[in-house]
């Protein structure tokens, strides 16, 4: 009966490999690191932010075309820079009567592009 099973320990039974296997890598998942915002995209955003925090710093009597000024700013932020949660406190904050003279558009754009350098370095 042991004549009719192949014997184990023997490795002449199985053909050799012609080549080396290949070594398998885990799939590489993107890093904060990589995702980076382009440098023209950033100062595309910030010549919006501070135009946007020119006009709005002149007092006008006109608070419901500003209001959706200042929509249309955090819309054309939103798709120059992508998504990102901080230009939302900037929308808030110009929604604010009394509180626009200060430069939230800016302040919002100056805090993405140093999140986005701390991630390059």
Same mark, same amino acid.
């Given at each position: ?13 199985? &053909?050799?490999?012609?080549? &080396? !296997? /290949? ?24 010549? +919006?932010? @501070?135009?946007? %925090? ?13 209001? /959706?000024? %200042? *929509? @249309?700013? *955090? ?6 820079? *992508?998504?990102?949660?901080? @230009?939302?406190? /900037?929308?808030?904050?110009?929604? @604010?009567? *009394?509180? %626009?003279? +200060? &430069? ?11 999140? %986005?350098?701390? !991630?390059?370095?």
């Amino acid at each position: 009966m042991s004549e009719l099973l192949p014997n184990r320990s023997d490795k002449t039974n199985f &053909p050799e490999r012609s080549r &080396p !296997r /290949a070594k398998i890598e885990p799939a590489k998942r993107p890093t904060l690191s990589q995702n980076k915002i382009a440098t023209w995209r950033l100062m595309i955003a910030f010549f +919006f932010a @501070v135009a946007a %925090d020119i006009i709005f710093a002149i007092p006008s009597p006109l608070e419901g075309i500003e209001m /959706a000024m %200042d *929509g @249309v700013v *955090g819309l054309i932020l939103c798709f120059v820079l *992508g998504f990102n949660w901080l @230009v939302l406190p /900037a929308v808030l904050l110009e929604a @604010v009567p *009394g509180l %626009d003279v +200060f &430069p939230f558009w800016s302040l919002a754009v100056l805090s993405i592009a140093g999140i %986005d350098l701390a !991630r390059r370095a």
